[in-house]
Antibody, heavy 117, light 107 residues
Framework: QVQLVQSGAEVKKPGASVKVSCKAS????????IHWVRQAPGQRLEWMGW????????RHSQKFQARVTFTRDTSASTAYMELSNLRSEDTAVYYC??????????WGQGVLVTVSS | DIQMTQSPSTLSASVGDRVSITCRAS??????LAWYQQKPGKAPKLLIY???SLESGVPSRFSGSGSGTEFTLTISSLQPDDFATYYC?????????FGQGTKVEIK
């Protein structure tokens, strides 16, 4: 079965960077893009962008364009999201999800990133 | 960006009730709309894609309808497992955007 397993919770100081991983199993990693979505406490889901796991092409929401980097390691079937210059408003649960024609049909368990001085 | 607005924000209902949630887009998105269910502390789960297509494994009591700017998620007979928050998502144009969510509570 399709499974996405993400790395563990992080606590970061303002101005730092965080890198979250998402290891896929149960399907051919390079055949589906990986989306990144975040959810601040009590807020709606917010799409950050995606990476084509096959060719590495990326698409970002303009809101995060300058601060977020999506990468992947096909040999490890793992996608990564790095967010830089963290601020308190970036405190959220960060999810990866497998693309299914623009929707997201399988999700990781989420990673809580806390930004606090 | 396309704004997605759901109504109501909270819905109180009983087991067995028929419930409907509306999602409106700020501009036309054709049929490029998905619905997700999220339970506290868990990741969202895809229910409906392309406005009315049921995701594999999702009970048939869930259905979706609409096109253009107005969409509806209907649960024909509410079950105890259905108490959760529901989100719509448009994937017609970047950035993909979600509604603010509708919490379905026990009456």
């Amino acid at each position: 079965q399709v499974q996405l397993v993400q790395s563990g919770a992080e606590v970061k100081k303002p101005g730092a960077s965080v890198k979250v991983s998402c290891k896929a199993s149960g399907y051919t990693f390079t055949t589906h893009a990986i989306h990144w979505v975040r959810q601040a406490p009590g807020q709606r889901l917010e799409w950050m962008g995606w990476i084509n796991a096959g060719n590495g092409d990326t698409r970002h929401s303009q809101k995060f364009q300058a601060r977020v980097t999506f990468t992947r390691d096909t040999s490890a079937s793992t996608a990564y999201m790095e967010l830089s210059n963290l601020r308190s408003e970036d405190t959220a649960v960060y999810y990866c999800a497998r693309d299914w024609g623009g929707t997201m049909d399988s999700w990781g368990q989420g990673v809580l990133v806390t930004v606090s001085s | 960006d396309i704004q997605m607005t759901q109504s109501p924000s909270t819905l109180s209902a009983s087991v067995g009730d028929r419930v409907s949630i509306t999602c409106r887009a700020s501009q036309t998105i054709s049929h490029w709309l998905a619905w997700y269910q999220q339970k506290p502390g868990k990741a969202p789960k895809l229910l409906i894609y392309k406005a009315s297509s049921l995701e594999s494994g999702v009970p048939s009591r869930f259905s979706g309808s609409g096109s253009g700017t107005e969409f509806t998620l209907t649960i024909s007979s509410l079950q105890p497992d259905d108490f959760a928050t529901y989100y719509c998502q448009q994937y017609n144009s970047y950035p993909w955007t979600f509604g603010q969510g509708t919490k379905v509570e026990i009456k």
